[in-house]
């Protein structure tokens, strides 16, 4: 069984920083992309980040929403089967539940259109002053 663990959600205030976990069971060397999507009550699954790697996503390479490039960062951690979302000066309009997803392809520039093979429960960002 194939596993995504989200974890690091809560609350923030606006211009807040938080750190999203996600754990993974996953023989890494099979996926090509590991990426960071969230959803909004009322709003349409969105993809935030993803990083892509022939296997050590450590040194995978990365692509942003344009609403968080400059803001969030994706990195991964092999040895760990972890890859986290770094979160920076987070707005009211970050607020949203967020999923980590795996998939063995790598779907290219439009990776957010994509139905990665894998998902996370979801961790739940919130945003409050």
């Known amino acids: 069984q194939v596993q995504l663990v989200e974890s690091g959600g809560g609350s923030v205030a606006p211009g807040g920083s938080l750190r999203l976990s996600c754990a993974t069971s996953?023989?890494?060397?099979?996926?090509?992309?590991m990426a960071w999507f969230r959803q909004a009550p009322g709003k349409e699954r969105e993809g935030v980040a993803v990083?892509?790697?022939?296997?050590?996503?450590?040194?995978?390479?990365?692509m942003y929403a344009a609403s968080v490039k400059g803001r969030f960062t994706i990195s991964g951690d092999s040895a760990k089967k972890m890859i986290f979302l770094e979160m920076e000066n987070v707005q009211p309009e970050d607020a949203a539940t967020y999923y980590c997803?795996?998939?063995?392809?790598?779907?290219?520039?439009?990776?957010?259109?994509?139905?990665?093979?894998?998902w996370g429960q979801g961790t739940q960002v919130t945003v409050s002053s």
């Open positions: 990083i892509y790697s022939q296997g050590d996503f450590s040194y995978g390479v990365a």
């Open positions: 996953i023989d890494t060397n099979t996926i090509s992309s």
């Open positions: 997803a795996a998939d063995p392809k790598w779907y290219g520039p439009t990776w957010y259109n994509y139905d990665f093979a894998y």
